[in-house]
């Protein structure tokens, strides 16, 4: 279930993001300006994760977690483009995009409140963008 997998996750002190793996294979970042604002989206973030963690899991193949591809997403999104729009509240809406990386972001003032970065996958439609957040993977396809 959701929350037999979820209860095995915990925040750490001061924690402001996460990022999610599944079967090896990073799939998604969510960072936010404030570690209370983290705090209070923890849980609901967590389980959109974990829906396909649990639908994806391959319990034939071992799974490294690996530091380098962590790194590597976060490298692809330093040279992504960026689109800057007004929001529907306040802030500016962000869209980010490279060859490798998706993804968006709200800021306000210069700050950046919440930014959601995920790998490209092959053949994936670049300037999409509708609303939409159930999966992870739901969100990463309806977002860009």
């Not at 990073?26 to 404030?34: E, L, N, P, Y």
């Not at 977690?65 to 729009?85: D, F, R, Y």
Request: proline fraction near 2%; hydrophobic fraction near 35%.
């Amino acid at each position: 279930s959701i929350q037999e997998y979820t209860k095995q996750f915990s925040l750490i002190d001061g924690q402001v993001g996460a990022v999610f793996m599944i079967n090896g294979k990073v799939i998604g970042m969510d960072g936010f300006g404030k570690h209370e604002t983290f705090g209070k989206v923890f849980n609901k973030l967590l389980s959109s994760y974990a829906i396909d963690a649990i639908d994806w899991y391959d319990p034939e193949r071992e799974h490294k977690v690996l530091k380098s591809k962590v790194t590597k997403l976060m490298n692809a999104s330093k040279g992504a483009s960026i689109e800057s729009h007004p929001s529907v509240g306040l802030g500016t809406d962000l869209r980010l995009e490279s060859e490798k990386v998706i993804g968006f972001a709200l800021s306000l003032e210069d700050q950046i409140l919440h930014i959601c970065i995920f790998p490209r996958e092959d053949g994936q439609r670049r300037n999409r963008s509708d609303s939409g957040m159930v999966r992870f993977s739901m969100r990463r396809r309806n977002r860009l």
